[in-house]
């Protein structure tokens, strides 16, 4: 296994960079990626979930993203 830590963290950056393109490569009229990488910041609970304040600020793009595309809805506490 690959032991160094900064590599290991390079590697998971190239994979997650390779995936957002290849999603936003799909992006269409029925499919719409959300990049959100670098929103969460360093509020992770470990490295897979992001604890309550980065998992908001996911929700908030998606929730945005909503309304955007469907105008008339509404997200209590979420959007201002």
Not at 22 to 39: H, K, T, Y
Not at 54 to 63: C, D, E
Request: a positive charge.
């Amino acid at each position: 296994g690959i032991r160094d830590k900064a590599l290991q963290a390079g590697i998971v950056k190239i994979l997650i960079d390779e995936f957002n393109a290849m999603l936003q490569s799909l992006a269409g009229p029925s499919f719409v990626p959300l990049d959100v990488r670098g929103l969460v910041g360093d509020d992770w609970v470990n490295e897979i979930h992001a604890n309550r304040r980065g998992s908001r600020r996911v929700a908030a793009r998606f929730a945005a993203e909503l309304v955007r595309r469907f105008p008339g809805l509404h997200f209590p506490g979420l959007l201002p």
